[in-house]
């Protein structure tokens, strides 16, 4: 029952923007961390970003904070990651994933933190 799936990847330009979409069934996005995690071939899975359990702080790794923007969709159970002036070291198979609780600004981009994991949406920029 308990599932997050991914969508909005595509192929984008240099400077483009995508919103990524991380829709949940079977538990509340109000009552769990949601985290955006990012694996390009050859490359560790990295964190991007996370909006945590009620209070909805936010967090970016350095190399997105200005251009990505993280929220929440009560109403829709969902959770996005707006993503704007794209790099082409954006490309990368996008996952989200579900803490069951609050993060720390220690732990939110431990990948071994969250519970659940989406399959993944892929994004490539290029010209």
């Known amino acids: 029952q308990v599932q997050l799936v991914e969508s909005g990847g595509g192929l984008v330009q240099p400077g483009g923007s995508l919103r990524l979409s991380c829709a949940a069934s079977g538990f509340s996005v109000d009552y769990v961390a949601i985290g955006w995690f990012r694996q390009a071939p050859g490359k560790e899975r990295e964190a991007v970003s996370c909006?945590?359990?009620?209070?909805?702080?936010?967090w970016y790794w350095y190399s997105v904070k200005g251009r990505f923007t993280i929220t929440r969709d009560s109403a829709k159970n969902t959770v996005y990651l707006e993503m704007n002036n794209l790099k082409p070291e954006d490309t990368a198979v996008y996952y989200c994933a579900a803490h069951d609780g609050r993060l720390y600004d220690y732990s939110w981009h431990q990948d071994e933190r969250y519970d659940w994991w989406g399959q993944g949406t892929q994004v490539t920029v290029s010209s």
């Open positions: 909006i945590n359990r009620e209070d909805s702080t936010t």
